[in-house]
């Protein structure tokens, strides 16, 4: 099964509202990161929050990081139509390394004009 | 940030060719690249991976003969997927890691569309 699994699938907002989006996993892990794609695109990182790290921020971008619960929030304040993309999370497991990260199925962000 | 170039962005074929997909780092040494498959609205499914001068790792369930994959240097890596067939098609994305940051990001190609007919 899926080590990252984000909800909601699928979200629409109107634009200058704020969008959040969950990431739950299953194992214990070094980091968690976020990516995002457009469609048609590769990805993108965005950001990397470390297992000691609970809180992250990076201009609009705000994660956070539960490690008790397995889980992790993505918060794009003040969204803009071109934020409009998939943003999918991967984990990467305990000695994992890059080559061990595993990727969510993703949620598809719609910002309405 | 790093940058991966891969080529090309879409490629049509008629069932039983062969189409090769190039990954390039251009500003940084690829020991190690990542290859993927995406379906529509799907997440990314590894299917390999690459390391510089040795044979790549496959997946479970994926065919090494079908799915060739050379990685003669360090900044090229290339997928070939031999004797193409409709249920090919997919969006085939590469990705690897840059030392300069502790290898912990990864920085993906543009992705490859292919279509077979």
């Known amino acids: 099964s899926q080590q990252g699994e984000e909800d909601p699938q699928a979200l629409s907002i109107q634009e200058g509202e704020n969008a959040t989006m969950n990431c739950s996993y299953k194992?214990?892990?070094?980091?968690l990161q976020w990516y995002r794609q457009n469609s048609g695109r590769g990805l993108v990182h965005l950001i990397l929050i470390r297992s000691n790290e609970r809180e992250k921020h990076s201009g609009r971008l705000r994660v956070t990081l539960d490690t008790s619960k397995k889980s992790s929030s993505l918060l794009i304040t003040a969204s803009r139509a071109a934020d409009t993309a998939s943003y999918f999370c991967?984990?990467?497991?305990?000695?994992?390394?890059?080559?061990?990260?595993?990727f969510g199925k993703g949620t598809h962000l719609i910002i309405q004009p | 940030g790093a940058v991966v170039s891969q080529h090309p962005s879409r490629v049509i074929c008629k069932s039983g060719t062969s189409v090769k997909i190039e990954c390039r780092s251009l500003d940084f040494q690829a020991t190690t690249m990542f290859w993927y498959r995406q379906f529509p609205k799907q997440s990314l499914m590894l299917m390999a991976t690459s390391n510089e001068g040795s044979k790549a790792t496959y997946e479970q369930g994926v065919e090494k003969d079908k799915f060739l994959i050379n990685h003669a240097s360090l900044t090229l890596s290339t997928l070939t997927v031999t004797s193409a067939h409709p249920e090919d098609s997919s969006f085939y994305i590469c990705s690897a890691p840059d030392a300069r940051t502790t290898n912990e990001k990864l920085f993906f190609g543009s992705g490859t569309q292919l279509s077979v007919l």
């Open positions: 991967a984990t990467d497991a305990l000695g994992g390394g890059a080559d061990g990260l595993t």
């Open positions: 194992t214990s892990i070094n980091n």
